[in-house]
């Protein structure tokens, strides 16, 4: 007898479409309205769906919320965490903004989710403040390992650069969202990354 366990369930292609619009959707819905005010009901009417049918893939919004988080994150991690060259982290960084400019929904859910989340009542405080807390270690890291082969500026906190980074890629996307013809989030990001190390980005 096979000692193997058991396969994951199959996901089906009708079963990931419906999944795929219901997280279109909600990303549309909470970048609008943001998590407190928007619903499960309003998603399902705009993915097409019943609000079962909806419940049937995420049984509570904020599972949904996290869902739609993920989304990206886990893309983003996975390619930054692929190389073994801290510089090439670098460059993920730059094309996650690059990514940004074409996702006008996505940027607008994590700057509403940022402003809403300093609540420490919301469900979202924590999952934020360790998400928070994950970038800046992970870029610390990265500065840390160009620090050691002599490619970051003399004198730079890689701590300090690391949150740095992290609050000028916030504070871009917050102005891109004001002004989409007038600010070039690629550029200001890279600028800022340059400006830290010795050798070209």
Do not use: C
Request: hydrophobic share 40%; charged share 25%.
């Amino acid at each position: 007898m096979s000692t193997d366990p058991s396969p994951a369930p199959r996901r089906y292609p009708k079963g990931e479409a419906r999944r795929t619009a219901i997280l279109e959707a909600a990303l549309e819905v909470f970048a609008t309205a943001g998590y407190r005010t928007g619903g499960l009901r309003e998603v399902a009417a705009k993915a097409g769906l019943t609000h079962a049918g909806v419940r049937h893939y995420f049984p509570t919004k904020l599972d949904l919320l996290h869902a739609v988080l993920g989304w990206r994150d886990e893309q983003a991690i996975r390619q930054m965490s692929s190389s073994e060259d801290p510089l090439e982290v670098l460059r993920q960084w730059i094309e996650a903004a690059r990514y940004n400019q074409g996702a006008q929904r996505m940027v607008e859910l994590q700057v509403t989710l940022a402003a809403e989340a300093t609540s420490s009542d919301h469900p979202l405080h924590e999952y934020l403040r360790e998400r928070y807390d994950f970038a800046v270690a992970f870029l610390r890291d990265t500065f840390t390992a160009l620090q050691a082969r002599g490619d970051v500026v003399t004198g730079v906190n890689p701590e300090s650069a690391a949150r740095t980074l992290i609050a000028l890629t916030d504070g871009v996307q917050t102005q891109w969202l004001l002004n989409r013809d007038g600010v070039d989030m690629v550029a200001l990001v890279r600028e800022q990354i340059q400006r830290l190390l010795t050798v070209e980005i």
